[in-house]
Structures are given as structure tokens and as C-alpha cells.
């Protein structure tokens, strides 16, 4: 199992441009979440998914759209990029109705210029 | 909203010494969660506690969640720069959703 995969790994947008960051698991997870970190800081939920065809927004999900048309893929769209994006985002699974324990992708770093 | 605090914010110590961190809750949680996070990585689970009072031990860390269910520490004994990352406490409250704490950024030096 690869686990939890976001691609890619590093970006730099400009200010207003839009972008896609990719997350998939192969865990056969139904939930899914992404998060940003801002540098030493702990991790702000910005949207989560409980299964296909369901979203719900976080604690942050302003400037974002997710969708979740598998059970494998959760991308998150940001639109209008802006300096307050910069940050490293996280893409994270768990097995349902098993434990709370989180699995997480290695990340995206995106810087907005 | 539940707010998670944790301190110190950051740790600087020798190879070999012993330290602790704490996670304290606005409020009562239903179970809390430790993770251990590298530079470069996401986080890894430590450690999940539900019980009020509850002790439990992972090589040379232990965790302990507090009586009252609104704290939370960590000690690790003899300390190796392998320990080195972000210590962060989540509160397993809210149906499906975690809430992090704001982190314990350790180093330990030779």
C-alpha cells in the first residue's frame, strides 16, 4: 500500500492563479481531510469528506473547493490564490468506525508570490 | 469552539535529559491524541487515551491523560536526537473531526 499521495510536492503560484492539489488513498478509507500548517505551527482543517458525493467545510475553508467523486481522490481547488494561502497542506485519511487515528500524506508546499 | 494549548511552545535540550509537555483543553474531550511530526513529513499517531486518569507507555515516552479529561502530558525519558519534531496533542471531539493543538517544537542535541 502507498498509503496516502499528494501530488505535487512543492509549487509557487501568483497571486490570482488557481491551482488543483491532489490527494488519493488506497486504504479504502471513507474519511478524508485536508489541512493546512502554517511554519511551526499545529495543523487548521479546512475541508472533510465522510465518504463519495460528501463534503463538509472546516475550521478555514475560505478560498477553497474540494470534491470527492471516488472514495480514493479528495482534491483540493484553490481559486484566486493569495499570500495568506502560503502554507503547507496536508492531505489525511481514516478507516471508518475503527479508531480516530489519522493517516497523512507527505504534503504540499505552496508558496503564493 | 474548543481550544487546545499546548506548552512549552519550544524545547531545546542535551541528549540524555528528561522533559515534559503538556496539551490543556477549554473543556472536557471524549479521547486525545498524540502525533509526532518530522521536517518535511506529515504527522504519525503516538498515542490515543480515552480514559480519565489513563497512563500509557511507549518505549521511553509516556502519556498520561489528566483525571478531569482536560489535560494532557507527555514525558519522555533520556532524551535522543531521534526525538526531535513537532509534538502535537488532537482532541477527538466533534463526530469526525480532530482539533490540533498548536505544537511542541523539541530538539534535542548531542
Known amino acids: 500500500n502507498a498509503g496516502v499521495t499528494q501530488t505535487p510536492k512543492f509549487r509557487i503560484l501568483k497571486i490570482g492563479q488557481s491551482m488543483t492539489l491532489q490527494c488519493a488513498q488506497d486504504?479504502?478509507?471513507?474519511?478524508m481531510y485536508w489541512y493546512r500548517q502554517d511554519p511551526g505551527m499545529g495543523l487548521k482543517l479546512i475541508y472533510y469528506?465522510?465518504?463519495?458525493?460528501?463534503?463538509d467545510k472546516g475550521e478555514v475553508p475560505n478560498g477553497y473547493n474540494v470534491s470527492r467523486s471516488t472514495t480514493e481522490d479528495f482534491p483540493l481547488r484553490l481559486e484566486l490564490a493569495a499570500p495568506s494561502q502560503t502554507s503547507v497542506y496536508f492531505c489525511?485519511?481514516?478507516?471508518?468506525?475503527?479508531?480516530?487515528?489519522?493517516?497523512f500524506g507527505p504534503g504540499t508546499r505552496l508558496t503564493v508570490t | 469552539t474548543q481550544l487546545l494549548e499546548q506548552s512549552p511552545q519550544f524545547l531545546s535540550i542535551q541528549e540524555g535529559e528528561n522533559l515534559t509537555v503538556y496539551c490543556n483543553s477549554s473543556?472536557?474531550?471524549?479521547?486525545l491524541q498524540w502525533y509526532r511530526q518530522e521536517p518535511g513529513e506529515g504527522p504519525v499517531l503516538l498515542v490515543t487515551?480515552?480514559?480519565?486518569?489513563e497512563v500509557k507507555k511507549l518505549k521511553r515516552l509516556t502519556f498520561q491523560f489528566g483525571d478531569a479529561r482536560k489535560d494532557s502530558s507527555l514525558h519522555i525519558t533520556a532524551a535522543q536526537p531521534g526525538d526531535t519534531g513537532l509534538y502535537l496533542c488532537?482532541?477527538?471531539?466533534?463526530?469526525?473531526?480532530?482539533?490540533f493543538g498548536t505544537g511542541t517544537q523539541l530538539k534535542v542535541e548531542l
Open positions: 469528506s465522510v465518504g463519495a458525493g460528501i463534503t
Open positions: 486504504m479504502n478509507h471513507n474519511y
Open positions: 487515551v480515552v480514559t480519565g486518569g
Open positions: 473543556s472536557v474531550f471524549s479521547s
Open positions: 489525511a485519511s481514516r478507516e471508518r468506525e475503527i479508531s480516530y487515528e489519522q493517516y
Open positions: 488532537a482532541l477527538t471531539g466533534g463526530g469526525n473531526k480532530l482539533t
